[in-house]
């Protein structure tokens, strides 16, 4: 593992959406990285960042970009970056992202675009940071050195797959899954669903939402080819996902309701599936990563958690919370999750990402 001697130059990209305003909270006072650049649209670029921004957060904006400019994303005002993280809107990012690349920048990204593309990995940092090793092939493929894209999750699929991983890790696959997700207004970014639609309410459509869950959840839970140069998507185990997604009036924090049969028969027992998922730890925790969460999963006790309100906060979002772990009498056991999805569904992911590229060597520093 290579610590970084000197913090890196990052830019961040969409810095004045909901998901940018995270990234700009973390990088604040991270031990790897320091804000160097921020873009937006052109409604944002020229000004700087604390009137370009309606900032959004219980902290105020870190010192050290209430005046930074605001620029427009084009791959030259970002030269100096090590890494580029995007939270873009994803009507811009394919792109933006694309151009970036191009530039031999280093992009890790929260928007949809790129997460079916064949050489770019989806990575949820507590599941599979393994995938990072498709970027030499991803470079190759465009005659690149140091340019790639790497993608983390939507950030309901986020929360599933990180318990989906546990159960698999210790009791081989899944074979099925149903999914019923309750997800934070907040998801939407900002200014959001309107008020009218979301008080006293609950909206049972989030746009292509469940048949993203449908399919990364196999790219995220397979392998890599032995050549390294391509993600395998489960063909031979296969994991079939069915997703309902509601929107609720909660502020942050996606709940989901999971309910899953095992291939192996006799499937585990609740107790066997706690132990699992209390004992689960990942990659990015052994190699040091610095924003990784202390526990990957944690399982409550009491039968009313987790709740968004009370535990969306806990290990500052980095973490997943599980409850309600019990027999199906569908399929085999059926639990609760809930994950914070502007930290772990979003921007904390990518920073983990980022960290781990960097402890690994595949991005200099
Ligand atoms: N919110 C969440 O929980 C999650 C979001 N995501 C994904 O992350 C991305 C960002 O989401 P979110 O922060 O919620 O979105 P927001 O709508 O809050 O922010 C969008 C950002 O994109 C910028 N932008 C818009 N148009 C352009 C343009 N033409 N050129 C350059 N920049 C532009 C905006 O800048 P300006 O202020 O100048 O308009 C703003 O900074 C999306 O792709 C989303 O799907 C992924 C997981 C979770
Ligand atoms: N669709 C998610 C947030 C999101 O933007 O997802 P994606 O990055 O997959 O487009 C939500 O509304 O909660």
Redesign the pocket.
């Known amino acids: 593992m290579t610590l970084p001697s000197n913090p890196l130059k990052v830019g961040v ?8 305003q995270r990234f700009i909270l973390l990088l604040s006072t991270h031990p790897f990285f320091q804000v160097h650049a921020l ?7 020229g000004l700087p960042y604390k009137q ?2 309606r900032w959004k957060q219980v902290q105020p904006i870190p010192e050290a970009v209430r005046d930074l400019v ?1 620029k ?2 084009v791959a030259e005002e970002f030269a100096d970056c090590a890494i580029v993280f ?8 394919g792109d ?1 992202e694309q151009a970036f690349r191009a530039a031999e920048l280093a992009v890790f990204s ?3 675009n790129f997460r079916r593309d064949p050489t770019v990995p989806l990575i949820v940092p507590l599941v599979n940071t393994s995938h990072l090793s498709m970027i030499p092939y991803q470079r190759s493929q465009l005659s690149l050195q140091k340019g790639f894209i790497v993608t ?1 999750a ?2 309901s699929t986020t929360g599933l797959v990180i318990p989906l991983a546990a159960l698999e890790k210790a009791f081989g696959p899944i074979d099925t899954c149903l999914v019923t997700t309750m997800q ?1 207004i ?5 200014p959001g669903v309107p008020s009218f639609d979301i008080f006293d309410n609950i909206v049972p459509h989030i746009g292509g939402e469940e048949e993203k869950i449908e399919w990364e959840a196999a790219k995220i839970l397979g392998g890599i080819s032995d050549n390294g140069q391509s993600f395998d998507l489960r063909e031979k185990t296969p994991i079939n996902v069915s997703a309902n997604c509601n929107r609720v009036p909660v502020l942050e924090g996606h709940t989901e309701c999971v309910s899953v049969r095992f291939a192996r028969r006799p499937p585990p027992t609740v107790e066997e599936a706690i132990q699992a998922m209390r004992s689960f730890t990942c990659e990015a925790q052994t190699a040091g990563c610095p924003s990784a969460p202390r526990e990957v999963i944690f399982v409550h006790e009491e039968v009313d958690r987790p709740q968004p309100r009370l535990d969306r906060d806990f290990q500052k979002g980095a973490g997943v919370n599980v409850g309600r772990i019990r027999p199906c009498p569908v399929l085999d056991l059926k639990f609760v999750v809930l994950s914070n ?2 930290a772990i ?2 921007a904390t992911s990518s920073i983990i990402n980022a960290e781990y590229a960097v402890l690994t060597g595949v991005v200099a520093s």
């Open positions: 990209l969409g810095a004045t959406g909901t998901v940018g873009g937006a649209s052109a409604r944002s670029a370009a921004v605001v427009n994303c995007s939270g873009l809107d994803a009507d811009v990012a933006i929260n928007a949809k983390n939507n950030c934070a907040s998801g939407a970014g900002y999805n502007v569904g979003a």
